[in-house]
């Protein structure tokens, strides 16, 4: 099984330059989502997209675009790369009409921009 | 705004010791969720907490939730080296849509 699966795993970009992250999920969940994650703090929604063909922004979504290619991808898109966007980018999955359950989460994404 | 606070923030501890993370959030909400993050590594969901008085156990950690008190604990009974990591709390910002407002995360040692 492999879950939520990101790429690339790292990433160095220098200021200006484009990239997209890509996210895939196997556990036919409608809900997906991007979080970056920064020294000492813990996660902060960036976009989500509740089911396909959705998508709505999050906490922080400046500087970020995304899409729903189909239900199994999710992709985020930098345009612009800025420094401040050097962060850890994870995806996460979930089936929100079950109940009991959680979001499911990717390795991660180490993007440095320079 | 939905704000989580987690306390402590870091936390270093003895093998066989006993002590309670806490994540305190700012709004009404009636689900939480603990996840484990090592270093380097995604979340590990660890609990899911789904309504007042709810309490769960797995090995040597035990969560519960007191909604009219926006808090939640995460205890440690009789630390080993292997729960040494860095734990989460998060409160769903509209319930049930999964999305999710992060504590600053709790980073545990445990000392041999």
């Known amino acids: 099984n492999a879950g939520v699966t990101q790429t690339p795993k790292f990433q160095v970009l220098k200021t200006g330059q484009s990239m997209t992250l890509q996210c895939a999920q196997d556990?036919?969940?409608?809900?997906m989502y991007w979080y970056r994650q920064d020294p000492g703090m813990g996660l902060r929604l960036i976009y989500y997209?509740?089911?396909?063909?959705?998508?709505d922004k999050g906490e922080v979504p400046n500087g970020y675009n995304v899409s729903r290619l189909n239900k199994r991808e999710f992709s985020l898109r930098l345009e612009s790369a800025a420094p401040s966007q050097t962060s850890v980018y994870f995806c996460?999955?979930?089936?929100?009409?079950?109940?009991?359950?959680?979001?499911?989460f990717g390795q991660g994404t180490r993007l440095t921009v320079v | 705004e939905l704000k989580v606070e987690q306390n402590p923030l870091f936390l270093s501890m003895q093998e066989g010791k006993n002590y309670t993370i806490y994540c305190n959030y700012s709004?009404?909400?009636?689900?939480l969720y603990w996840y484990r993050q090592d270093p380097g590594k995604s979340l590990e969901s660890l609990f899911v907490?789904?309504?007042?008085?709810a309490v769960k156990q797995e090995g040597r950690l035990m969560a519960s939730l007191d909604t009219k008190a926006r808090l939640s604990t995460l205890h440690i009974t009789a630390a080993v080296h292997d729960l040494s990591a860095t734990y989460f709390c998060?409160?769903?910002?509209?319930?049930?849509?999964?999305?999710?407002?992060f504590g600053q995360g709790t980073r545990l040692t445990i000392n041999p």
């Open positions: 996460a999955s979930s089936d929100i009409a079950a109940a009991n359950t959680e979001a499911f």
């Open positions: 556990m036919n969940h409608n809900s």
């Open positions: 997209s509740a089911s396909e063909g959705t998508t």
């Open positions: 709004t009404t909400s009636d689900r």
């Open positions: 907490l789904l309504s007042n008085g």
């Open positions: 998060a409160v769903d910002l509209i319930q049930g849509a999964q999305k999710l407002v």
